[in-house]
């Protein structure tokens, strides 16, 4: 398809780039390459979760006899001043005296009509955002990436780079945090407000706003609540912090006092959250104290399920994510999916993902299952 002139590199958990792509576009708008990217339209980086860069495909072919293609990176080298050029490989373990020699060879080809200044990764064999950044390439120059899916390669020039200075200030510039419920990372929160399609999103479970915050800067008319009255305040104040840094209008907010069993929602909702993962474990929990977390947790989300089915319309979605704990090399989930039939709840189904998904992060104890779900007719 001839406007598929995109690729996405997807981040550290690339499920949920493509769960994030897959909601936006659809199944047939994407293909995935490889593990860690995907083949697409054109993108709004700021506005996407699970995307590392974005680039624009300039060559298609096998690593076979691979020629870096010079030509179109010449019209992009025709202004004055030191050029940065980066170069980063993907989908393939090639050894860094490879990917040196790889970037030598462009460097002595753009040399003839400019100087030239090679960023190559610290470390691996990609250049990271924060690379990008510090070297100015996208200003200076511009950065070559090298992906195979193992038969093809595809070349492209990234065209745009994930803000990673706007999502640390997002995280940890805001006024108020709580290091026991605030750990959500904001591209997080952008992937699960992506999964849903409402103009209008609840967080029922708002903690210190995270998800609310993405909710806003997507566009979408937010409210949350949550049972501690601490937590409203936290949120109501991170959130008129994030009106004094950006430059247009929100949308319409609101935080109110609410205990999620009894909540009553407004109609055409979808609801988002990061809802209460139990308390937070620095070890793994042994079998008994394991089955009370599950035992408790599920009954939890089972009540606040029940409460949200009386009064969603067929077809409302739901993504929420709910606790798993690491137990060895697997995780344990609350069992909450078997329950949804009775709760009248269907998982989405996803062409290039599955459903549940697990977010985790090495070290944490508490991972979180992703569910993404439907309102039943
Ligand atoms: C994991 S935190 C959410 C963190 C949030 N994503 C943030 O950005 O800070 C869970 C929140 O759920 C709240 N909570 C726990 N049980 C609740 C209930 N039954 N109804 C409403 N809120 C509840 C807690 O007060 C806590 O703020």
């Known amino acids: ?24 576009l659809g199944p047939d708008s ?17 506005k996407l979760g ?16 691979l020629n870096l293609p010079v030509d179109p990176l010449k019209i992009a080298s025709s202004e004055a001043g030191k050029l940065q050029v980066a170069i980063s490989v993907y ?62 390669v595809v070349i492209g020039r990234t065209f745009a780079v994930q803000d990673i200075d706007w999502y640390s200030r997002r995280d940890y510039g805001r006024p108020s945090r709580d290091a026991k419920v605030g750990m959500m990372p904001p591209k997080l929160a952008q992937v699960l407000v992506n999964t849903t399609h409402s103009d209008m999103v609840w967080d029922p479970f708002c903690g210190t706003g995270q998800t609310m915050q993405e909710a806003l800067l997507l566009g979408r008319e937010t409210h949350g609540s949550d049972a501690e009255p601490k937590m409203v305040k936290a949120a109501t104040q991170n959130l008129e912090w994030l009106g004094s840094q950006v430059q247009r209008p929100l949308p319409k907010w609101e935080v109110v006092l609410a205990d999620a069993i009894t909540l009553r929602l407004p109609d055409f909702v979808a609801v988002v959250s990061e809802g209460y993962l139990g308390p937070s474990l620095t070890q793994s929990p042994k079998d008994l104290e394991l089955g009370k977390l599950q035992k408790q947790l599920r009954g939890l989300y089972v009540q606040v399920l029940a409460n949200f089915s009386k009064q969603l319309a067929p ?8 606790p798993a704990w690491r137990a060895g090399t697997k995780f ?18 996803f062409q290039h993902v599955s459903n549940p ?17 439907k309102k039943n007719d």
Request: hydrophobic share 40%.
């Open 91 to 152: 989908g393939k373990q090639i050894n860094p005296g490879l990917l040196r020699a790889m970037g030598m060879e462009l460097k002595r080809t753009l040399q003839q009509t400019r100087s030239v200044r090679l960023v190559l990764p610290k470390t691996g064999t990609s250049v990271s955002a924060a690379e990008i950044k510090f070297n100015r390439v996208m200003e200076n120059g511009f950065e070559l990436v090298v992906l195979t899916n193992g038969r093809e």
């Open 1 to 24: 398809v001839s406007e598929l002139n995109y690729i996405a590199i997807l981040g550290r958990q690339p499920e949920l780039g493509l769960v994030e792509l897959e909601s936006l």
């Open 30 to 46: 994407i293909m995935p390459f490889g593990r860690h990217a995907l083949i697409g339209e054109k993108l709004d980086i700021s």
């Open 357 to 373: 998904l697990l977010y985790e992060r090495r070290g944490q104890v508490v991972g979180r299952q992703i569910l993404m779900l």
């Open 315 to 322: 077809g409302a979605e739901v993504t929420i994510c709910v």
């Open 50 to 65: 699970g995307v590392i860069k974005l680039a624009e495909i300039i060559h298609r072919g096998t690593w076979e006899g």
């Open 332 to 349: 344990l989930d609350t069992g909450l999916v078997d329950e949804l039939p009775r709760l009248g709840y269907s998982l989405k189904g």
